[in-house]
Every structure is written in structure tokens, then in C-alpha cells.
């Protein structure tokens, strides 16, 4: 019995590919004798990393004269030929599992883009009979009427679904994507193991979660003048730590952050560019060792977010999306968040000088929630299997 995971896995976004990790472990512990194989857009990336088969989730490209004709006849042959590839990779398949992500969301997307795939490979499921599990995803916002039409109708073509919290799924309720016995588990990172925490040093250690970020729309005309803002004031903020003596250590959440840390980096004056660390942290385990001897984690990208609180470390949220404030809010530190595009600099130190002041009490509730967050997270993999008829 093959069992398929469909994502958005390879792309370097560790998030993502920690909740493909997450889902696999648990998959190969439960059952072991199980063929796997992984549905995404990098599958050498992905079969390379966990050993596991894995496929492209496009059809093939056209040349040639058939390119001409799809272009003339506004992509429906190449459409067509890819619906066919779909049913045909999905032979032999008897269950389609999608595993957390914040997959129900058009956060720099199209609605030809991610929408218009998981709506095909959902629905040509649900003709071929097969099973579709979305398990912890994050949903909303959906911009885009189209995109939310195509992602209310791949959620009806599932026979389970869970979100990773509340708000995402009062959102789908809300556009009128409600699932009959649809339940909230956390995300599927957070069943992922922790490395133990190194002694800090004398020097405190402020891990810095920068961002690529250009506005919530894919080429967006303000997006360049977001992105000069939020530069500068992050190019504000490590100035001032340094000055006040932390040391800063820079990580990203996805490949693209790379570029903003660059463009960070160039923003700073020598002196304060000789105390800043950068990590390549292009795991989310490689996440969690950047943060082994840090004091405070200030962050945007959402796994980011989720590394931090497990390991129990004081952490403010520069949020883009309502997840990043929900997990917060679960987690009792509703007051250490602002906004991406609205943040201030005063108020983001007066936060970070906050938070390491009060850091033991703050460990110790964030400790508390996260006993019982991942005793959640391992709950519902029966609930799979006994949906599933695995």
C-alpha cells in the first residue's frame, strides 16, 4: 500500500521540509513495511535528503510546435497533458497524505500557481477513490477569489483534515471550506526532537529570523519600499544591540532570506558588522542548534517561531500572518509580538529588554505549554490511520 505526501517540499523553505520530516518519521515508525513516496516540486532535493522516491509534481514541458499551439490556445493543451500525468503518477497509490505546511494560504502566490496544483492532484484523487489527509495545515489568509475557490474545493476532497490552530480553521469555516469533524493538532514540527540547550555565555546571544520580505502579494508595486523599511529598521535594531553589547546571530527560514540578510548586512557600519554571526540554517534542526546558547529569539518566519518556543527560549514575533500571533498567544506571550511592516524599533528594544529580564519566568511557561503542545501533536496519528483504513 504506497502511501503519497504531496507538498511544497525542496523548494528551501525549512518549514516545509521539517513537516515532510515530521510526517515520514512517524509514517516509518507506524508502518515500517509501507512504500513512501513524496509528491513535490524539487523530488532530487527530497529523495537526495530522506531516501525516499520521490516525483515531480508538474507535468512535462512542452516544445516545439506543441509549445506554440499551447500558447495559442491559452495553455489548455499543456493543462490537459498535465491532469492525464496526474492520474497516471498516482496509480497505485492508496492514500494522498498532506503534511502541515501553511499550504491554504496565497502568501507570495497566484492562483495558477500552488492553488490550481493541489486543486488537481486533490481532485484527481477523488475520482481515482484515493484518501486525501491534510493533517495540521495552516490556512488564510486567501487573497485571491480564485485561489480561494480552488482551495475550498481541495479541502471537500479530503476524508480527514486538521489544522495547526484555531484561527486557520475558523478562517476556512469562514470562506465557507468547513469539514465535517475537521479538529486542531499542533504543527507537525513540534513532534521533531530538540537538541539540549548549551550554557550561555557571558555575552548574551540574540538570534536575529531575517526575512526576504516584499508585502503579502506576489509582485506587489510597493513591494520594494516594504522591504527598504523593514531593512532599515532591522539595520536600526542590531545597531543598537550592539552598541549595548549582545552579540547577534542572523538565520534564515527559507533560501530567499539569504539575499535579505545580505542586504542587511551591507546596511551596517564595519564595527557593528564585525559583531554580527551569520548561520546557515537550512534545516529546521539547524535552526534549533543556532539557537543552542541563545538568550532571546526575535523572528518572522513561522517554523522559526516554532524552534524557539521549543526550545524554550524567550521569543518576539515580527509577524506577517495571524499564525505567528496565535502561537504566541498559546503560549501566554501575547505582549512580545508586532507587526512586519509596522514595527517600531523602540518598542521591539523595549520588548527584547523585557523579555531577557523576565527570561525565567517566561521559560518556565513557554516549558509548561510545551509539554502539553506536544503531547497534542502526537495524538491524532491513530485518529490517521483509523480514518485512513491504514
Known sequence: MT????GLFGCGNSGNDGSLE?????LQAVLPTSPLICICPAPAVISQRYAVPSISVGGSELHGRIALVDRALAGLPRMTLGLAQIFIKLRGVKVLVIPGTGILDDFQETASGWPFVLFRWCVAAKVLGIPIAFVSVGAGPIMHPLSRFLFKKSVKC????SYRDESSRKYMHEIGGNFIDDQCYPDLAFNLPTPSRSASSERLTIVLGVMYYQGWKKSDSSGPSIYERYLGKLASYVTKLVNEGYRVRL?????????AISDLLSRLKPHTCDQVETCNTESLHAVMEAMMDATLVVASRYHNVVCALMMGLPTISLSYNAKNDDLLERYNQREYRQHIECFEVD???NQTRNAIDNAPLIQSEIN??????KDSAMQQGEQILSVLSI
Open 347 to 349: 518598542i521591539l528594544m
Open 3 to 6: 502511501i503519497a505526501l504531496l
Open 158 to 161: 479530503a476524508s480527514y483534515i
Open 368 to 373: 509548561t505549554e510545551n509539554k502539553a503542545v
Open 251 to 259: 538565520i534564515t527560514g527559507d533560501v530567499l532570506d539569504a539575499t
Open 22 to 26: 515530521s510526517m515520514l518519521n512517524y
